[in-house]
């Protein structure tokens, strides 16, 4: 019988493959719903670069410009000045007035934490970066340093949504 | 017969604001406008320019599990005919750059382009006589997006600074207004 083996079988294959689908329906979703829900973090992942402070307050920095050498995008710039006993920034002889990173020719390599003497600089979560201009993209030093110590170790929370991003455990 | 590109001269190079040319402006249509731009920014339908291993995370971008299909922009189009806004993703090297600019000037208005990454948008480690330092010298960017290479997500927020950037109206691409803003500004550096 033609009918029976040419169309209604494949027709109710099809549609036996339909129904597995929609009784799986809402389990098994794979879809990370980006601004309303955020995916989890690797723990060495690498995006916005952050200079750190001390406890006390004081920089890390000590503007010795070894990040800027080991920058294979030559996108680093750092000018540094002496401390005073009145100005103190860090707490070596000198500190960096000037930190300059082009974000746009960043490749996030994680060269500039490594070649840190001091851990001043380090790359965290921040990966939302995207923008409209070129001069927004250089970021100065009054950008990348945070604000009070451990602000760079706080978990990232999305721009869009103020989602919180987890950190991928095993 | 191959075009002038105005922008290689200045480089600041995205598309002009719509309000900075012309002030005010008729009310019915100002609000048709508004209408079109949410439909445009909701249906950016891309070209597919993978250039490098940008493109890899481009096209894990469509995939499931970021699925740029939530955002209207599932369609990749391989013609410059039926794209919206062309993600430049990867190294444009020179030799590509007058193809990219043809397939740019191929693409109907209005018309958007992403630089994606790092070599897209500055050339990133490749300061060499083979890879053009970013697209903008060929191309008016719109949206940059920074990352060796960008993740799916970082991408999808460039995608959504860029739907903002519709929905502002601040991405009008009308030629004539580029050509006006370019020849005023050339008269003021010529002045300068």
């Not at chain 2, 043809?102 to 948008?121: H, L, R």
């Not at chain 2, 050339?123 to 060499?128: A, D, E, L, M």
């Not at chain 2, 083979?130 to 290479?149: S, T």
Request: glycine share 8%; hydrophobic share 35%; charged share 25%.
């Amino acid at each position: 019988m033609g009918l029976l083996k040419d169309v209604v079988k494949p027709i109710l294959g099809g549609m036996t493959l339909t129904a597995r689908r929609a009784a799986n329906l809402g389990k098994n979703i794979v879809t990370i719903q980006y601004p309303d829900e955020m995916r989890e973090q690797y723990q060495r992942s690498r995006w916005r670069h952050y200079l750190t402070r001390y406890d006390s307050g004081l920089e890390r920095c000590i503007g010795c410009s070894l990040c800027a050498g080991a920058c294979p995008a030559r996108c680093i710039y750092v000018e540094a000045a002496e401390n005073t006993d009145t100005e103190r920034y860090s707490p070596g002889e000198r500190y960096a007035v000037r930190y300059e990173i082009n974000m746009i020719r960043c490749i996030f390599c994680g060269y500039c934490q490594d070649a840190c003497p001091t851990g001043a600089i380090v790359l965290r979560k921040d990966f939302e970066l995207a923008n409209y201009k070129r001069e927004q993209f250089i970021y100065t030093k009054e950008m990348l340093l945070e604000k009070y110590p451990g602000q760079n170790l706080e978990p990232y929370r999305s721009k869009v949504t103020g989602v919180e991003a987890p950190i991928y455990t095993g | 017969m191959p075009k002038r590109i105005e922008s290689l001269v200045l480089h600041d190079s995205s598309t002009p604001t719509f309000g900075d040319i012309e002030k005010g402006g008729s009310v019915v249509i100002t609000s048709l406008e508004t209408l079109f731009d949410q439909a445009r920014a909701h249906s950016i339908w891309p070209l597919t320019f993978g250039l490098a291993c940008c493109a890899i995370e481009m096209m894990s971008t469509v995939a499931a599990r970021f699925d740029l299909a939530r955002f209207g922009s599932e369609a990749f189009r391989a013609t410059p005919r039926q794209g919206d806004v062309m993600i430049i993703a990867g190294r444009l090297s020179k030799k590509m750059a007058p193809v990219l600019r043809q397939i740019y000037d191929q693409m109907p208005e209005p018309k958007w382009v992403i630089s994606m990454g790092a070599c897209a948008s500055s050339g990133g480690v490749y300061n060499n006589y083979a890879i053009v330092q970013g697209a903008d010298q060929v191309v008016p960017v719109d949206v940059y997006v920074p990352g060796c290479p960008p993740s799916p997500d970082a991408l999808i927020y460039g995608i959504m600074k860029l739907q903002e950037k519709i929905k502002r109206k601040e991405a009008k691409t009308f030629k004539d207004l580029r050509l006006i803003e370019v020849s005023a500004r050339t008269q003021e550096e010529v002045r300068a």
